[in-house]
DNA sequence: GAGTCGTGGTC
DNA sequence: TGACCAAGACT
């Protein structure tokens, strides 16, 4: 095996033959040394595991794989049944981008993924970092791979100084340097398996690290240091209300506008959240009953406080509904692909209106 | 460049 | 318990 030789402490060797005993084995992934994986299983995958953890990936990833095998397979998959495959692993707009994608490596690249970053990144959903992943990994490329672990290691590796996110084209030109010409697949995976299992966020395993001999920050005994993060801002409350509106065994659910905020995920009726509860009216003429207490979600950038307003129809075809809304029965709720915010909401409902479903859940 | 976009786990 | 964090992309 021939690598950059120039890098401090022969950095890509040294992080290759930890690679090759210590490789995590994982359902996407080939063993180090072996031929690569279908590309369509490394674009899952790396789409999947976009800001998510492995942990929550493994899953979602088995069944999509067990239910799509191909890219052509889920090119030609319903939009609803794959919104609703991957409801509760969040972002949506990757499941969206997901489709876009596979569509079009269908109808734009005769089924096959390109095998350049550059063609790669053309595609919905295919930003630099995946593109690079998928072109080191599927095909071997020599592209230099830089997310949220790369980023981390290479920080401490030089004790870079500067301030996230500003660091980030240092950081990236850094990882140009040490990246080397032959193995590019398993040297991309190898950082971020360091990353993930020793060069950890809060308690980096320095004495098993294969690199420590060449670290700055490890040598300024601070590694936990790097990278230097921003000042954070505080994170804003909005308010909501979820309206829970039942129709004999079933429950009046609706759909999310396409895009933005849960776009396109299936849904309760509810008003905007904003910072100051707004009085808008109910999605219908019924007695509303306020439910006592409330839900608490947390989102990436402001956390939302819901009420949830009851009401029971004596016959639902009376009602006008909104545009994609429809009745469902209660005992489908919880297996319609109600993002997490919802299904809280929903939980909350049935535990005030039906103590009997309580010992029921709780058990 | 800064905001937007989910969820579950950890300490 | 709350803040932080996880294989980013898009606008």
């Not at 990236?172 to 995976?189: F, K, M, N, S, V």
């Not at 990436?300 to 429809?326: C, I, K, Q, W, Y």
């Amino acid at each position: 095996m021939r690598v950059d030789s120039s890098a401090p402490y022969n950095h890509a060797r040294r992080l290759l033959d930890w690679y090759d005993v210590n490789a995590r084995t994982l359902p996407w992934r080939s063993p180090p040394g072996t031929p690569p994986p279908d590309p369509y299983r490394v674009w899952l995958s790396e789409i999947m595991l976009q800001q998510t953890t492995v942990a929550s990936v493994k899953g979602y990833f088995e069944l999509f794989i067990t239910r799509w095998p191909t890219v052509a397979a889920l090119a030609a998959a319903e939009d609803a049944d794959v919104m609703q495959a991957w409801a509760g692993l969040g972002y949506y707009a990757r499941a969206r981008n997901l489709l876009a994608c596979a569509r079009s490596v269908v109808a734009d690249h005769g089924g096959r993924f390109p095998d350049t970053e550059a063609g790669l990144r053309k595609l919905p959903g295919i930003g630099p970092y995946t593109a690079a992943a998928v072109a080191a990994i599927a095909f071997g490329a020599h592209a230099t791979v830089a997310d949220g672990n790369v980023e981390r290691v290479v920080a401490r590796l030089y004790a870079v100084e500067t301030p996230m996110p500003a660091a980030k084209p240092t950081l990236h030109a850094l990882a140009a340097e040490l990246t080397p010409t032959q193995r590019c697949g398993d040297y991309a995976q190898a950082m971020m398996d360091l990353g993930a299992t020793i060069c950890t966020p809060r308690s980096p395993d320095c004495p098993a690290c294969p690199v420590a001999a060449g670290c700055a920050a490890l040598k300024l005994q601070t590694p936990t240091r790097f990278p230097v993060k921003a000042a954070k801002v505080a994170r804003p409350t909005r308010q909501g209300t979820i309206y829970w509106l039942r129709a004999g065994d079933t429950v009046l659910v609706t759909q999310r506008p396409p895009r933005g905020l849960l776009g396109g995920m299936r849904a309760l009726p509810s008003d905007e959240w904003a910072t100051v509860r707004p009085a808008l009216a109910p999605p219908a003429d019924a007695t509303w009953q306020l439910l006592p207490g409330s839900v608490r979600h947390v989102f990436t950038h402001f956390e939302l406080e819901l009420v949830v307003m009851a009401a029971t129809l004596n016959d639902g075809r009376s009602v006008a509904l909104p545009a994609g809304a429809t009745w469902v029965a209660l005992a489908e709720i919880d297996r319609i692909g109600l993002p997490t915010v919802f299904a809280k909401a929903a939980r909350h409902a049935l535990a005030h209106l039906n103590t009997d479903r309580v010992d029921e859940k709780a058990a």
